[in-house]
């Protein structure tokens, strides 16, 4: 198939998530910046099962006042490994909000096979946006490795920058420990890996000054506000993480962060019994991660698409 490339189009994406609280947030990015052709969201296994995210999902584009957007959940299987289950985004993943039903409707079929169709189908090169673990795509790429062929690029919300001082246990960064064998079949599938780490929706939390204002933009700002309440991450004490976010601002401006090749490898660790990425800058690369953010024009990127919301 010939692929055909315009740099003046819209990216054509899929976004694989786990819709929790920072995924609503990305979400709501991604469709507000205009930058995308958002082909396709499955939902994986992390915050809440495969089909309460695609709920979440469908939730929050009609909140928005989204398009009508392909979702499909997944299996909610790890490859082998129980799925971790986490408490930090509500029972439902969107906090204590409480959405009224709306009319629209989640594909039924398979997730790897609408992935397969998908990507191959398409006439330009799909960029894959991964804000969950890996674990469709892990199952997509052992399936149908042919695949690999027709996608740009992969850009993951995922691991830590911060190396683990000397006799400490690894931090499991939740993306990667949920599955770890998942992702390395992913980072070892040939694919362009672009890493946002956890460490940028770190330093670019909304603290409560900021979450007040959110609430105040508009009625999207009011819900979002509801859900942060229920939002706990143990590194950001004074506000709410915007890990998903960032890697959304990432993608549609760039010039926000600072970025480095690195050598990432997954490294499995007794003392937390999973797996654990580690990266290495002096190693041959194998990736690109971004290593700073702006913290204050991203906070701007945030608000203004927050405004462009009903």
């Not at 392909?70 to 909610?76: D, F, M, V």
């Not at 969107?94 to 079929?109: A, H, T, V």
């Not at 992935?115 to 894959?128: A, C, D, H, V």
């Not at 694919?191 to 979450?211: F, K, N």
Request: aromatic fraction near 8%; include cysteine; glycine fraction near 6%.
């Amino acid at each position: 198939m010939a692929i055909k490339n315009n740099k003046n189009a819209k990216i054509p994406l899929i976004i694989n998530c786990d819709t929790g609280i920072d995924d609503a947030v990305a979400l709501m990015m991604a469709v507000k910046s205009e930058k995308f052709d958002i082909r396709l969201i499955t939902t994986d296994v992390g915050n809440v099962g495969p089909v309460q995210s695609a709920i979440n999902c469908n939730d929050i584009l009609e909140l928005i006042g989204g398009p009508e957007i392909p979702i499909c959940a997944g299996e909610g299987k790890c490859l082998t490994r129980e799925r971790e289950h986490v408490a930090v985004h509500g029972k439902t993943g969107l906090g204590e909000y409480r959405f009224p039903k709306n009319s629209r409707k989640l594909l039924k079929e398979d997730a790897i096979e609408v992935l397969n169709r998908t990507i191959t189908e398409s006439q330009e090169k799909i960029t894959i946006l991964c804000v969950s673990p890996t674990t469709n795509l892990a199952k997509l790429f052992k399936k149908y490795p042919e695949v690999t062929k027709n996608i740009e690029k992969i850009v993951i919300m995922a691991a830590s920058i911060e190396p683990t001082p000397k006799g400490e246990a690894p931090y499991p960064e939740f993306n990667i420990s949920v599955d770890p064998e998942a992702a390395e079949i992913v980072f070892g599938a040939g694919v362009p890996m672009e890493i946002v780490p956890m460490e940028m929706g770190h330093s670019a939390y909304l603290d409560w000054q900021e979450v007040f204002k959110t609430k105040n933009t508009n009625f999207v700002g009011s819900v979002f506000e509801v859900m942060f309440r229920a939002y706990k991450d143990r590194h950001v004490k004074n506000g709410i993480a915007m890990h998903d976010g960032t890697a959304v601002a990432y993608m549609t401006n760039p010039e926000l962060f600072k970025v480095s090749p690195v050598h990432t490898d997954i490294e499995y660790f007794e003392s937390v019994d999973t797996g654990v990425m580690t990266m290495d800058f002096n190693k041959k690369p194998n990736a690109i991660t971004c290593t700073e953010i702006n913290i204050k024009k991203f906070k701007k990127l945030y608000f203004d698409l927050l405004k462009k919301c009903k």
